[in-house]
Structures are given as structure tokens and as C-alpha cells.
């Protein structure tokens, strides 16, 4: 391993190959200390640095430089140099500067959650409840815009979108043929084929999965199911077109929806074809093998039954020190002793089982 | 079908010569403002289409573009555009009056064209002549230190070189 | 003092043409230039303490000392000629009445630079004046200072002229970039930096159009003698373009040791203010610096007067200060509405935000909004406050600085005119009717004792 440069995010420290950015370095950390990205997509080529909810803080440049950096910087598009300070949740500057960002990337989305798709495995939601706030201060109309039919694959609600180009990146890329792209600016900018063509490259379906929003949803999916009520399965079968590897989301022997594999930050790990995707709904065309590992804390994680991660505690090495408790529990209540093991038990519970000792 | 001239299409390899081989892509914003220019005053699909032949490039990419820049109609226009510059150096010289006057004078509201096809009001940010203000662009040229009288006799021009 | 280096022949008749320029001593930097090193000529612009005459005031010789020069690769130089700061109307007519001053700055530079291919990108609606500067180089071709082995060096340089079309964002330089790729005028991620990876990812230096006229006379005097001209670290000329409630709107050349108010009520410049109404406020260096109050405008928060330089009309910083910028000058006299000149500013940085990144697309809109509310008599008094939130989140935040450009003069009005923000709120039927007033503005300002 030579050659590794060292970074300090958050006070833990990591060594990194020279060229990584500081996302990527937080992200080898994980937990806490890993910046939201809304846009960034480490398998896109080109992506990032625009919906700057990652901004971190530049303490110290370099070991050569160490001056700070004068502004935030997107985390996502920084690469590290050796020596290089960095304060995520540890700085107050940081934190007021991604609230406010959520705030921007709310006040004209529609909030319809309960009718749409992605709610669930929704990354907007995801950063709205850690960062964002309970009321808004918007008073005026939100935007909308004309709806716009794009095939009988996928759905797209423009009024949903947050800009992060990630579809059209992706198009780009693993398409090569790319039909829909970003027109008109400013905020009237919008996700459009521009005359209404329908996507139909094998490989487009995939725009579905980078979505971070609601934005691009599976209309083979549309309103059947909440994804929460689902439970993901890995499954694969031997495809011409793709890997074959993929999810579904299945309630009792129903397959629901197919979409790729995700990893822990929810990014796709091999992308799938639209026949996978689309027309493969039978259980009988997948070979299934085992309930998919959920680490994400977002809903699904919530009726999920098995493998489920429980988050790593940064909290001790990020402030340098164990949390102050102030009060504990244990103190005041005869309930969850410290030496019961509640899983233990037979059965349910009775104040019996607390009064043994 | 649209097809440019053989003296624009000419034009068109020059403009393309000023690139790097394989960058033809540069000259997409010249182009543009060609086609606009010889294909009614907008850009329609059709017109996109051919430039992005031309350039041997995604059709997207030219929607994408065309529709960025705010020089670009992506709706046919009338025959003259008044676009009446609204930014704050103009303002302050009263461009706010000349707009309402222009809407008085012509019936229409900011984005509508005459019924005789003739004007479209375009109110604009910017164009860079605050020190001759208020003003507005028509056509290739600028109308400055604007009157309603000169409003006036702008139109009145302009109709009477309609009729011949 | 006045002293013109730039205009120096503006009032020639047929200066535009190439018989009258040359005459005149055009295109001597040029045979004095190509016998120096390209080394030297960076070390001379250096040594003349140019900084960029677009807005950001980057010293030029540093610019270029950061362009990457990897072997076997192309260069660019390109002329930021896409000036749409509202109150900046200055290389409009340096391009339109001295082509010719342009292009043999743009010749000196390129080849400091090793530029063999050259654009002036310039800003659509300017519409007939890429005509002017065709016909510039055409004739500057054929008398031997373009094309191929120019004076006999061994120098090869092209000019080319593109026109934008309508996008005040393509003013930023990886933005115009992008827009000369034949893209939408969404501004780079930085890094890499233009000088690393710029157009087609080739190395590539974007100046404006002033700051590489001014590589004439530095080259023509020499960089030392160039920055005796001035103050401090704002040497040479400035040429300024002044627009709004002034008797003579238009384009000077100062050599910034004047004051601002004698550059206001001067008659060899701005020539006062019409009927002899009183200075109210006034943007010092185009839409996006600060607007002051006439107290502060006038005389630092120190009580010394206000120059007409970097420096001077930076004191302060923005609590009482503001910036030199890109020199459009916009005077606001008693009778105007602060409220509605900035929800002017607003409406133009919401139609001129690219889009891409999230605090300037939504936050520029909702700024607009909400001054539209309080001008036309909707306003609550936590808007202030409201608005001043936005602008801070859309500060700092953004990808490139127009996101700044647009809640900088938002907050300035803020800052130094809350008492006529308050006012229109509170009085909402009145403010449709008859303006704030000069109100206390121009009063002498409170100097503290220390």
C-alpha cells in the first residue's frame, strides 16, 4: 500500500490513494461522517457537484498548504491531498449550509410522498429528516410542469426532479444513444425528450434506479405496492443482454418490481437490461438466492426481517470522547436491565421477569 | 424539407473550420442563430433536426442548447421582435413606461405577437446599453434612448415597410 | 485625472479602419512584442500590475504564469467579450470603436501565451459588432499581423469571432468555455481549472476584452511605467461605463486617482445629476457589487473620501463598502425606489441562473418572489429577515459566483436600507404611489470613535 496519503475527516483519520475525493475517503470511514450526495454518482462519469448538499468544511489544505480553504467545498468533486483537514458534522458552518440547501431543494418539490413511488427508498426524504426542517418558509405557488409521457416503461414527474443530471449521465454512458437531456434554464430547466419520444434503449431503465427522487418511477410498478410492505430478495437468471444479477420486490410469491442491486449508499452495483427489469415478473423466471442485505436505515430497512446492519457509533471518535449521558435509564427504571436480554425470553415479557433480581 | 443555400451551406463549412477536427460541435450556437435567421425567425423540431444532421450530432444535444439561450425562439414570432430591455439601469430610465406603452399601443401582452403577425413584445434582461437607456433590440440592431414617440415611429416604419 | 491610454485615439475619425490605426501607431506592440520572448511579455504584464477588467480583478501576469504547457498540446487564449454585468456597456464600445485595439492585444497575448487559434466569444445581442471585428482582422490579415508566420517568427495565430446567444452566465469562463464547445452555458466544476483543462480540455487562458486591450499600452510603455499610472495596486487605467440618473451616460477612462464625487458631478465625467435632483444611492461596479448609500458612497466609514479605485471603493468591505467590479457605475437619484430597483436585480439573476446547481436555481426565484410581494404591497415584516436568510444560504454555496452576483445587491439594499424596506411594508398603499425619498442617506455619516 504505498503511496497512500492521509485525510482527516471528522477527527478519524484514513488513508487514501492519492486523486480520491473527499467523499470517497469519508465514505471508506462510512457512518456520520460520510457528506449526503444527491448528485454525485461514483459510476457516472461526470457527476456531481451540483446539488452541494455535500459541502464539507476545508479546516486545513495540506500538510504543504494548511491554509483553510475559503469556502465550502463540494466533498464530492474535491480530491484530498496528503495532510488535508476536513469537518463534516463537526462544523457548525457545514450543517447551517446543507439545511439551507435542503430547504432549496424543497420549496419547490411537491412533497406528495403519500402518492408517490419512491417514498420509502426516497433519498430526498432520507436527507429532509436528518437535515432538513419541520415547516417551510415558501409561501407561494410551486412549480409544475406540463406532464410529459416518455413510454410505457417509465414514468417520469418532472415536477419531482431535483436537476442532479444523473439519468442523463446515464443515458449518455450506457446508452450511447441518448434521447431525453435537460432543457430550458434556470428554474424552469427541466428532464425532457423535447417532442414527447418514448425512451426504448435496452439499457434505459436504468435512469429508474439512479433517480434519487421520485422523478423516474417503474410504471410497471405504478401504485401496486408500498415499497415498504415488499421484501427485496436477490435473485438472478442468465440473460443475454446483462449481468442478470437483480432485486425483486416481492410480496408472497409475487414478484412486484425488478431493479438492480444497490450497495450501501445506494448506488447500483451492475446495471440491468429492460428485459430483466420490465417483463421478467414471474417468480419461475428468477433463480432465487436469499433475502437482500438491507444496511440502509431508510423505511425498508423497518419491515425487513433479516441481515439487517446495525450502524456503526462514530460518536466517541468524532468528539474525542465518550457522550456525556444525562441521565441513565437503568437509574430510574426496574424496565430494560442491563443484564436481561429481552430476545431471551420465552414469550412476551411480564413485570415478573424484571422483579427477579 | 429545410436545406440551407449552397452559399449557406458554404458558410456552414467555413464556421466548422474553425474548429479542431472532430469539434464540430462548436459551431452549433453559429448555426443556430443561421437557421433561425433563414427559417422564420424560430427554431421548430424540424430545423433542430437538420443542424444536428448537419453536425453529425444527438438531436437532444441541440434541443438541450437551442433551448438555453434565451436568443433562440422555440415558438414561432412575429415578424419583428421588440425585445424591450427591463434590468435595473433601464429601469431607473423609465423602460417600465415604454413596455406598458408598447402593450397600449399594439394590444398585446409581454410574449403575444400581433394578430396581423407583424410584432412581438419580448420584455429582456440586460443587453448591455444601460448608458442609453431605455432601450430595445430589433433585429440585429439597437433602438436607443427610447421615447413614446419614437415607439411610434418605429412601428410606424415598420408597417409602412410591410406593405411594400 | 483623466488620462487616456485606451481612448487615447477613440475621437479619430475612421480609427475603426486599419489605414487610421496604424497611423496613429497601431500595431507597434505587436513588432515590438514578437522580438521578445513569450517569457518576457508574461513578466512585463506582471510587472504592469494589470488585473482583469472583467469583474473579479485577478491579476492578469498571474493568469497566464498558471497556464499549463504540456508538450504536444494545443493552447487557447480567449476573449471574454460576453459582457452582460447589467450597468456594463465598456467593451461594447472598445470592441465597436477600436476593433482594432482588441485585436492587437489579442495578437501580443497569444503569442505570450502560445496561442495559435484565438475567440472572442461575445455576447449574442451584440449582434454587429462580431461584423466589425471580421473586418478588423480581415484587414489586420492581410497586411501580415495574422495568419501564418506573422513578421517572419515563425508565429502562426488565427482570430476567430463566436457569438453567444442570450446568456448572462456564459460571462463566467468555464461557462463561456462550455458555450463555445457548442454546449448549454452550465459553468464547470472546479477544479480543474481553465488554465489545466479549458476548452476541449486544452489549457486555456479566458481574459476580457479591457484586460487584453491593456496589454497594448504595457507592452508599447513597458510594464514598470504602466504601473506608475494609478494607486497602490490599481494600476493603469480603468475605463468605466456609467449609466442611470447622470447628465452624460457613457464610457471614460479614468486612471483612478480621482474621487468618486468628483467622477460623479465633474463635468469632464459624469456631469452631475439631472435637474438637480440629489444622489441617493449608487452601484459602484455593476449590478452585482453592493449598492451604498450617498453617505458611504461618498466618504469611507473612516470620513476620508472615497477614490476611484480598487482599494478605495473596497474599504470597508460590505459592511460599509463595495467593489470596483467590472466598472458599470449606476447612479440612483431621490426619486428612485430601492425596493424596485432590487426586485429588478432579483427578476434578472433569477432569469440568468443556469439552473445547475440547487441554491441559485430555487433561491434566486424565491428572492425575486418574495421583493415582488413587499414592492407591490404584499410584504410582511419577517420578509426582511426572511430574505436576508435566502441570500446568506445562496452565498458561498453555489458552483460559480453568480450565485454571490445575486445575494450581494439583495442583501447591500437590506443592509443599508432597511428603514425603506420597513416603510413599504407598512405602508402598502402609499409605497404604490410615491417613492421612499431620499430620506436620510445622504446625511453626513456617523464616524465611531475607536
Redesign the interface.
Known sequence: MSEQIKVTIDNITVAVAPGTTILQAARQIGGEVTPPAMCYYSKLEGSGGKCRTCLVEVSKGSEKDPRPMPKLVASCRTPVSDGMEVKNITSPKVLDARAGIVEMLLINHPLDCPVCDQAGECHLQDLSYEHGASSTRYEFDRRTFEKEDIGPYIQLHMNRCILCYRCVYTADQLTGKREHGVLDRGDHAAISTCIGKALDNDFIGNVIDVCPVGALTDKTFRFKNRVWFTKPVDAHRDCPTCSGKTRLWMRGDEVYRVTARKDKWGEVEEWICNTCRFDKKQASDWKIEGPSKIDRHSVIAQGHYEGVLKPQNFLPEVIGRNPKLLMNIHDVSGVNKNDIELSKLNGPAHSSDFDKK | MKQFSAEQLNQVQAIIARYPEGKQKSALIPLLHLAQETFGGWLDTETMDYIAALLTIKPIEVYEVASFYSMFHMKPVGKHVFEVCQTGPCMLNGSDEIIAYIKEKLGIEAGQTTADGLFTLKPVECLGACGYAPMMQLGKHYKEFLTKEKVDQIIEELRTASKH | MSKKILLEHAHIEGIRFYETYRKNGGYRSVEKALKMSPDDIVEEVKKSGLRGRGGAGFPTGMKWSFLAKPEGV?RHLVCNAD???????KD?YLMEFLPHLLIEGLIVSSFALGSN?T?IYI??????IPDILEQAIAEAKANGWLGKNILGTGFDC?I?V???????ICGEETALIE???????NPR?K?PFPAIQGL?MRPTVVNNVETLAAVVPIINMGGDEYAKIGVGKSTGTKLL?????VNK???YEIDMTISVEEFIYSDAYCGGIPNRKKLKAC?PGG?SVPILPANLLLKTAKGENRMMNYESLADGGFATGSMMGSG?F?V?DET?CIV??TM??A??Y??????????C??????MY?ILKNIEYGHGKMSDID?LWDVQ??IE????CPLGDAAAWPVAAAIRHFRDEFEWHINNPVEAQTRNYGLAHYADPIHVPTV
Open positions: 494545443p459582457e452582460s454585468e447589467p450597468g456594463t456597456f461594447r487559434a475567440y455576447r449574442g445581442e451584440y449582434a454587429w488565427e476567430y463566436q457569438r453567444g446567444a442570450g446568456a448572462y458555450s463555445l464547445e457548442g454546449k448549454r452555458g466544476i477544479p476541449w461605463s456609467v449609466c442611470g440618473n451616460p457613457g464610457v452601484i449590478s458599470g449606476i440612483l428612485q424596485r430597483h429588478s436585480l427578476r434578472f433569477n432569469h440568468e441562473s443556469c439552473g445547475q446547481c440547487s441554491p436555481r430555487e433561491g434566486t426565484g424565491w418572489k426572511l446568506r444560504k458561498g454555496n453555489t458552483i
